[in-house]
C-alpha cells in the first residue's frame, strides 16, 4: 500500500513537472512554435514516455485546470442549495484571488491566460472541458433537461465572470478595483440565475430573500 502511494506521488509529480516545462516553452515561445518532440528535450524523456502522462499536446496546458473539472458539480452536491453553495464558492474564489476566477495579477497566471485564451486550439480544448463540468454539474443537479439548462447558464455565467476579470487585469487595470466590482457582478448574476433557473438549481429561500 505504501509502495503504491510512492509510486503514485511520483506519477504526479513527473505529469507536474512536464506540464510545467511545457507552458513554460509555450508562453516564451508560442504553442504553435513548440513541437511534442522539443518539449519531450527539455523534460528530458522520450515523446513515447510524453505521450503516455499527455495523449494530446493541448493537455500539457489543460493538466493546470484539470481538477477544477468536477469542482462545481461537488460544490453542488453538497447541501440542498445549490445556487447558493455555488455562488458562496465563487465569491470565496474572488476573494483569494483564486486564478480560475480570473481576478489574479500574478505575471505567470496572466501569461498563463494569455496562453490559454490566445490559442484556438487550447481554446476548443478548453470548451470540451468546460462541456464535460456542464455535465458533471448537470447529474449532480438531477441529470434531466432541466438540470442540463440549468448547468448550461451556471458554468457560462462563471466563464463570462472569470474571462472579464481576467481581461480588465490583463488590460492594466489594478486588482482591487476589478475585485470590487468583479464581487458586485458576481452578486448580480448569481441573483439573475436565481430568478431564471429552472428545477432543482432554483434556491428557494436564501437567493430570493437578498
Known amino acids: 500500500m505504501v509502495e503504491t502511494g510512492l509510486r503514485e506521488r511520483k506519477k504526479q509529480r513527473t505529469i ?14 508560442g504553442f504553435d512554435a513548440v513541437s511534442v518532440a522539443e518539449v519531450a528535450a527539455a523534460a528530458e524523456v522520450s515523446k513515447p514516455t510524453l505521450f503516455r502522462y499527455f495523449p494530446a499536446k493541448e493537455d500539457l496546458v489543460l493538466h493546470r485546470i484539470a481538477d477544477h473539472e468536477g469542482e462545481a ?25 483564486d486564478p480560475v476566477t480570473g481576478l489574479n495579477d500574478r505575471p505567470e497566471v496572466l ?6 485564451y490566445g490559442t484556438p486550439a487550447l481554446v476548443a480544448r478548453l470548451h470540451r472541458h468546460l462541456e464535460r463540468s456542464e455535465a ?3 447529474e449532480a443537479l438531477g441529470g434531466d433537461l432541466e438540470a442540463r439548462l440549468a448547468a ?11 474571462q472579464e476579470n481576467w481581461r480588465r487585469i490583463a488590460a492594466g487595470e489594478r486588482l482591487a478595483v476589478v475585485r470590487r466590482d468583479a ?28
Open 111 to 116: 501569461a498563463f491566460h494569455a496562453l490559454l
Open 183 to 210: 464581487v458586485a457582478a458576481a452578486e448580480r448574476a448569481f441573483a439573475v440565475l436565481a430568478q431564471g433557473l429552472p428545477g432543482p438549481a432554483r434556491p428557494e429561500t436564501a437567493l430570493e430573500a437578498k
Open 73 to 97: 458539480a461537488r460544490v453542488a452536491g453538497e447541501g440542498p442549495a445549490p445556487l447558493e453553495a455555488l455562488r458562496r464558492h465563487f465569491l470565496a474564489g474572488l476573494e483569494r484571488s
Open 136 to 138: 458533471a454539474l448537470a
Open 152 to 162: 448550461g447558464q451556471i458554468i457560462a455565467v462563471q466563464r463570462i465572470l472569470a
Open 16 to 29: 507536474q513537472s512536464l506540464s510545467d516545462i511545457a507552458i513554460g516553452l509555450f508562453v516564451e515561445k
